[in-house]
């Protein structure tokens, strides 16, 4: 199993679970390739991934790490991913954050922008089987990412996810906390949020709806591991208390915390 020491530790042993020789992942907002290099050495030349990425810059830094690590089985891919295909307005970060642009607009604010190619992420799944491992990381457009993707998600028995659960972005995106989650529990997901800080997992109770209370938290991200599969085998149990925080969420409607081994 391979696991990344440093940048989202807990989210990387999501990717290295959910993951063997051969696999099929896709990475849906790629960035620079934290994850693209991480799942493209696990699945090994005899396994296939998508690189998926609309900005420039980013795009540039992922093809040529790629290149570097020698994983041509990972293909790099510039668009946008929605629910429908088309051209869509890519609003960037004015400063050093290549992990916020984004696809929608705060009111009055003012950002450069690109016009970018807009994919489902079923079109991009097409030649696909199934896929074993999708990591979405778009800064709220994970909700219409996933509803461009139903009929991949429905012939993938096995797939795992590392999905951001951004309250805020989801919302202006147009769409709802309750909406989503109710989406991720319909498709048969069983949802684990990721406690990067304490290096655990917390199983929510089915049908809990994550909805944060307070407007601050609102803006705040938390990344969720859904899995048609239960956690076991290598996690250890940890003791229940009533409540557990995970940055800033206060979660009573659970059912265990996973540590992994």
């Known amino acids: 199993m391979v696991v990344d020491d440093g940048y989202e530790r807990m989210g990387s042993w999501c990717a290295s679970r959910s993951l063997q020789e051969g696999g099929v992942f896709v990475d849906v907002g790629a960035s620079v390739g934290h994850y693209s290099i991480l799942c493209g050495k696990i699945v090994g030349s005899k396994g296939v991934g998508l690189a998926v990425e609309p900005d420039l810059v980013s795009m540039f830094v992922l093809r040529d790490s790629i290149a570097r690590v020698g994983l041509s089985h990972v293909n790099p891919i510039q668009c946008a991913v929605s ?13 050093d954050n290549l992990g916020d642009h984004r696809l929608w607009l705060e009111d009055g604010e003012k950002r450069d922008y690109l016009l970018v190619p807009g994919l489902t992420l079923d079109m991009l799944c097409k030649d696909m089987t199934s896929v074993d491992f999708l990591k979405v990381d778009t800064q709220g457009w994970e909700m219409r990412v996933l509803c461009g993707g139903i009929d991949v998600i429905k012939r993938s028995p096995n797939l795992s996810m590392l999905v951001e659960f951004y309250p805020y972005g989801l919302v202006k995106s147009g769409t709802t906390c309750k909406d989503f989650m109710s989406f991720l529990y319909g498709m048969g997901f069983h949802i684990y949020m990721v406690d990067e800080d304490n290096g655990r997992m917390l199983g929510l109770s089915e049908g809990v709806i994550m909805e944060p209370s307070h407007p601050e938290i609102n803006r ?38 996973w540590l992994p081994k």
């Not at 629910?83 to 400063?95: A, E, R, T, V």
């Not at 250890?236 to 409607?253: E, F, L």
């Open 83 to 95: 629910d429908k295909p088309g051209s869509f307005w890519f609003h960037l970060n004015g400063g």
């Open 220 to 257: 705040q991200c938390v990344n969720l591991y859904c899995t048609k599969q239960r956690m076991g085998g290598i996690c250890d149990h940890m003791t229940k208390p009533d409540v557990v925080p995970i940055d800033n969420y206060q979660v009573s409607g659970y059912t265990d915390v």
